[in-house]
């Protein structure tokens, strides 16, 4: 031990900045993600408080902005929402000016699950008709099968209408902790994968993307060739 220290200076001036900038940036992913609850709600694909939605703020331990569970998603204020650690649990950064009473999102933990893939920057979950409908119809086979549409090639890395998707489907319950796992399991099967969304037993659609827009356009995608199927198969059959 040489016995000399090094004094560091901190500019106040760049300390506020930087806490601006923060703020700036938080507001902004805010904003986005009450306009995607605008949008969804009035699609009538987040209704009756149903749905939650998220963003990666940090990796490297992941900090996800998530919606507040029990919020109206038609409605969302910059205050519905809570910062998550990567255990799904509540935590506060300078500048954060969400309620104490806000809890996370009941479903928290499949957005932790899925945001651990590196390439996530958002998480949507919808309750859709359509997707309710199929979910039920095809969980006895583990999956909705979409063939041959053009707007598979709305999903990221789909070249060509000529693709067979096979959308999973686990079972429904009330223990987040066992579906997540289940999941996170499922994700680590090169074999069988899991990618762009799966449904959860006349629950609703899980889906992620690089960032806000690529997660939005997928649940379109998806809501979209949902309602295809969805018309072929019960027209077909009733
Ligand atoms: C209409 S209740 C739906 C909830 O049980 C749940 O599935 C859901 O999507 C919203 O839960 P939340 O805790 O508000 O994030
Ligand atoms: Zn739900």
């Not at 295809?228 to 019960?234: D, I, K, S």
Request: proline share 3%; charged share 30%.
């Amino acid at each position: 031990m040489s016995g000399r220290s090094t004094t560091i200076d901190i500019d106040p001036a760049e300390v506020e900045r930087q806490l601006q900038a923060n703020a700036e940036m938080l507001r902004t992913q805010l904003d986005g993600l009450r306009e995607t609850g605008n949008m969804l709600h009035a699609r009538g694909w987040s209704l009756g408080t149903s749905s939650n939605y998220s963003v990666v703020l940090e990796r490297g331990p992941l900090e996800l902005l998530l919606t507040a569970s029990g919020k109206d998603k038609g409605r969302l204020e910059r205050t519905d929402f809570v910062r998550v650690n990567d255990r799904g649990q509540r935590i506060e950064r300078p500048g954060d000016d969400f309620p104490a009473e806000n809890k996370p999102s009941a479903e928290t933990l499949l957005h932790v699950v899925l945001s651990e893939l590196p390439d996530t920057g958002a998480v949507l979950h919808t309750h859709s008709v359509w997707g309710t409908l199929l979910s039920d119809r095809f969980f006895e086979q583990g999956y909705v099968e979409i063939s041959g549409f053009e707007m598979l090639k709305g999903l990221e890395g789909i070249p060509t209408h000529e693709t067979t998707k096979r959308v999973t489907i686990f079972e429904n319950t009330q223990d987040i902790a066992s579906l997540a796992a289940e999941v996170r399991e499922r994700l680590r099967d090169a074999e069988n994968p899991l990618e762009h969304g799966f449904l959860i037993r006349k629950h609703g659609l899980y889906t992620w993307g690089r960032d806000l827009a690529a997660a939005r356009r997928h649940i379109e995608v998806f809501e979209f060739l949902f309602e295809c199927v969805g018309r072929l198969e019960f027209s077909a059959k009733s």
